[in-house]
């Protein structure tokens, strides 16, 4: 099982060739319509660049609101939004990054409620103290501290005030559509928690949608959330086309692709799937595309392993599965059992039965994943 993989980059360099998406030039910032003021496209520029993971190129950009006229508030607001995807995607993640990102957050929330006690009719605050709220609850999920209950409630009333505002505010629309990750201590871009109901699942994506469709800075933001409450809702077939969108306009960040793949996967499109990812790990291993979280690294691995067994690709799908194995050393995902599973399989087809039955007793003796040990049983009598 330590055996060196060094075969696999070469095997994934000649099976598949990069795609165009992911050895493009990087994506410029979309053109912002002509009607955006210099604060808004500068606020949406910056957010263009944290989703490329040009996380220094994006907080330059932020600096620049605070440059005359001054824009603290937003500057402050983009800081935090912007630390968000550092915490989530780079490699290696910040160590502070986040903390003095919370702390500059708390500074905008008192700053700002100060002005919005002198100018309470003001859209323009309310949809930022309303986003700093909702994102301060993010980034303090990320850090598991305890999340405000009662900021994140101020910050849903002031994003509702600034929506019915005479003055356009789509932008918070974002906000209302992030509740679906703050509700009951959700993870943001991860795997949900029960007890959301359907309401909250609609209302996120009529929010988020209106927010990726009509939003000032908000847009592509959006988008990337919806992305993720498509797959984890299972509306796999809706995930896969933005997922493909986000990839083309994002293509040195590999995590839409990722989704992508997932859900193709999902839906039992494994030949599709097994193009997708093999294709994101052939730019991964050429450094086309920004280093994966390890989370993000046993996903693409295990899930191009699955497609590829799925496909009779045998000799892939077994470097593929023992990639994903490395990625969980410690065993602590149940989808690494079942890549021991289908490993023993493929070392049965490879005629090494006795490495089959010692990676078969081995899962005999773990946890129990749903009917695991019952199909490991049976996999051991078909040896005897």
């Not at 908000?218 to 809706?238: D, M």
Request: include cysteine; proline fraction near 6%; glycine fraction near 6%.
């Amino acid at each position: 099982m330590q055996r060196c993989l060094f075969l696999l980059p070469c095997i994934l360099l000649l099976c598949y060739c990069l795609p165009q998406t992911l050895v493009a030039a990087p994506a410029e910032p979309v053109p912002a319509p002509d009607t955006l003021t210099p604060t808004l496209a500068l606020m949406r520029a910056a957010l263009h660049q944290a989703l490329q993971l040009r996380f220094t190129a994006a907080l330059e950009v932020a600096m620049r609101l605070e440059q005359p006229p001054q824009h603290l508030l937003e500057a402050q607001l983009m800081r935090g939004i912007i630390a968000y995807f550092q915490a989530q995607w780079q490699i290696p993640p910040p160590s502070s990054t986040r903390q003095a990102s919370l702390k500059g957050l708390a500074t905008l929330l008192e700053a700002g409620q100060r002005q919005l006690r002198r100018s309470p009719r003001t859209p323009r605050l309310q949809l930022i103290l309303g986003l700093a709220a909702i994102f301060q609850g993010l980034l303090q999920q990320q850090s598991g501290a305890s999340l405000d209950a009662a900021m994140l409630a101020q910050g849903r009333t002031w994003l509702q005030q600034a929506l019915m505002a005479p003055d356009t505010m789509p932008d918070a629309h974002l906000g209302l559509g992030l509740w679906y990750f703050v509700d009951l201590g959700r993870p943001g871009l991860l795997p949900r928690l029960a007890g959301a109901g359907h309401d909250t699942t609609t209302e996120a994506i009529y929010h988020l949608r209106q927010a990726a469709e009509s939003g000032h800075f908000s847009g592509e933001v959006a988008r990337t959330f919806l992305v993720r409450v498509y797959e984890l809702e299972k509306r796999y077939q809706e995930a896969i086309p933005l997922g493909q969108a986000l990839q083309t306009a994002f293509p040195g960040n590999g995590y839409y692709a990722l989704v992508s793949g997932r859900s193709q996967c999902a839906l039992g499109q494994y030949a599709l799937c097994a193009t997708t990812l093999g294709q994101l790990a052939a730019a991964l291993q050429a450094a086309v595309i920004e280093p994966l979280s390890r989370d993000d690294r046993f996903d693409l691995y295990y899930f191009w392993g699955q497609a590829l067994y799925e496909t009779a690709q045998d000799a892939l799908a077994f470097e593929a599965f023992r990639q994903a194995i490395n990625q969980d050393p410690g065993n602590t995902r149940d989808a690494s059992l079942w890549a021991k599973y289908y490993l023993g399989i493929l070392y049965e087809r490879r005629g090494e039965v006795k490495t089959a039955r010692q990676l078969y007793h081995t899962l005999l003796r773990g946890r129990n994943v749903d009917d695991l040990q019952q199909q490991v049983e049976q996999r051991l009598d078909q040896l005897r």
